[in-house]
């Protein structure tokens, strides 16, 4: 059972740059699918991106589209959001997630496909 960790949260002027980390432990890292998830107050959480087991293919909500990227090191059991060009709205608290697939190379959105979640990082966008 694989437990996730997020970091690099903090405060930030729009249109400025944040990186969050996200590091497992206890499982076998490539075996899982990882994705990032924000909530903001009031709200629901919500999909932000998503990476295969072995990084080769992700995707992004429309509205961080070449601005966030997501990545992963299978050798370090991390993956990284970096977040270029934030806007206020981006501000949330973001949740790392996992989501074991040994033998898949999808991509999942749903909060519900993921078993495994972190406390999540603070993210504040000031303008």
């Known amino acids: 059972q694989v437990q996730v960790v997020e970091s690099g949260g903090g405060l930030v002027q729009a249109g400025g740059s944040l990186r969050l980390s996200c590091a497992a432990s206890g499982g076998t890292f490539s075996n899982y699918i990882m994705g990032w998830f924000r909530q903001a107050p009031g709200k629901e959480r919500e999909f932000v991106a998503v990476i295969t087991r072995s990084g080769s293919s992700t995707d992004y909500r429309d509205s961080v589209k070449g601005r966030f990227t997501i990545s992963r090191d299978n050798a370090k059991n991390t993956v990284y959001l970096q977040m270029d060009s934030v806007k206020p709205e981006d501000t949330a608290v973001y949740y790392c997630?996992?989501?074991?697939?040994?033998?898949?190379?999808?991509?999942?959105?749903?909060?519900?496909?993921?078993?495994?979640w972190g406390q999540g990082t603070q993210v504040t966008v000031s303008s």
């Open positions: 997630a996992a989501r074991r697939a040994a033998l898949s190379e999808g991509l999942f959105y749903a909060t519900s496909s993921y078993s495994y």
